[in-house]
């Protein structure tokens, strides 16, 4: 157990939550706000953070409305994954200068329970990877695929915001489980040969026409698994070239996380019926614990054969965390989108 010494900072910054939004964010809903430290209680540490993580969930927190997870409060700070160093310590399990992956972000300096944060060891992956690929990205794409989208061997699987953090390994841990066919839209064309590069089979950037036409085009033969990150024309399309029995893992819808009115598609869900289709909506949460030794095992494995890569979009300094959000909102990043500290 260690104390705070004269090094050790009595003020921080952290990221609150001036307003809700309406519609898409906007600078005005957030605040820079300094604050003081609070003396460690016994079983708390602080935690210098390195990187933080910015998600799509996020945004629907910013709303006032009953969900998995409570709304963030009006006046207070936001929070997510972040990765730091305990500068000081009351605990017996967390010394000085270990590194720890834990739920308070959007902040210089966080102080919690030692309870609430993992050791992890930033000499065998950057400190990034916690947040990315040996993170929440990396369990919901393996999770998202294998438990809830159900794939097997052989099945062609398509993937929407396939250029992003979890899209991106989705579809190469799709390859890597034995599909016989992957295929990724992305909003770009450089998005697009990037997916060629991490070996998806085929993929479109869906500014480029009709997301249906595109999709049977890539797929003459249909898809068997649709792992969903982006709800409407998207979730049309697949449930149009979807074959009998088919399945659909639902893990976001961000083409509406913005929308102030409800949206029109997917408007052939009828379709869903005679294919004896499987729509499953899921939170990585209810897969984790059965999941978490046989991802890290093999995602390790994969990892220490060069078998997988991830990208990251990072910005610098906690003042650029709200653009960096709104940013990744509307596709901007390639890959997990980041902010270092």
């Not at 989705?170 to 697009?192: D, P, T, Y």
């Not at 249909?222 to 697949?238: C, T």
């Not at 913005?258 to 408007?267: D, H, K, L, Q, V």
Request: aromatic letters at 6%; charged letters at 20%; proline letters at 5%.
């Amino acid at each position: 157990m260690s104390t705070p010494d004269q090094s050790i900072p009595t003020t921080t910054r952290e990221v609150h939550l001036a307003s809700r939004p309406q519609g898409a964010p906007t600078p005005e809903n957030f605040r820079i706000v300094e604050t003081e430290i609070p003396e460690l209680a016994d079983g708390e540490v602080l935690v210098a953070n390195s990187v933080m993580s910015v998600d799509p969930y996020m945004r629907g927190r910013m709303n006032d409305v009953k969900s998995y997870v409570p709304p963030f409060a009006i006046d207070a700070p936001l929070d997510g994954g972040a990765v730091g160093t305990v500068i000081a310590s009351r605990s017996d399990d967390l010394a000085v200068g270990t590194s720890v992956l834990h739920r308070l972000g959007w902040r210089e300096h966080a102080v919690l329970e030692a309870s609430s944060a993992t050791a992890v060891d930033t000499s065998a992956a950057a400190d990034s990877a916690y947040l990315g690929v040996l993170g929440m990205p990396g369990i919901t794409a393996y999770a998202g695929l294998l438990v809830a989208g159900e794939m097997r061997e052989g099945d062609t699987v398509f993937v929407s915001g396939a250029a992003g953090a979890v899209g991106s390994l989705v579809g190469q841990i799709a390859r890597l489980s034995g599909a016989a066919r992957v295929i990724g839209s992305a909003g770009s064309a450089e998005k697009v040969a990037r997916l060629g590069e991490l070996g998806f089979d085929a993929a479109f950037d869906y500014h480029d026409g009709s997301v249906t036409e595109q999709l049977a085009a890539a797929a003459p033969d249909g898809i068997d698994v649709y792992f969903d990150n982006v709800g409407g024309d998207h979730l049309e399309a697949a449930i149009a070239n979807l074959n009998t029995d088919g399945r659909v893992a639902m893990c976001g819808a961000i083409a509406q996380y913005n929308s102030t009115e409800p949206p029109c598609a997917p408007r052939n869900l009828a379709l869903a019926i005679g294919k004896r289709l499987t729509l499953r909506g899921f939170i990585v949460g209810k897969y984790a614990d059965q999941v978490r030794e046989e991802f890290q095992q093999r995602m390790t494995g994969w990892i220490a054969a060069d078998e997988i890569r991830w990208d990251e979009t990072v910005r610098e300094g906690l003042d650029a965390a709200p653009q960096a959000f709104m940013d990744m909102l509307t596709g901007a990043n390639t890959g997990k989108m980041l902010v270092r500290l």
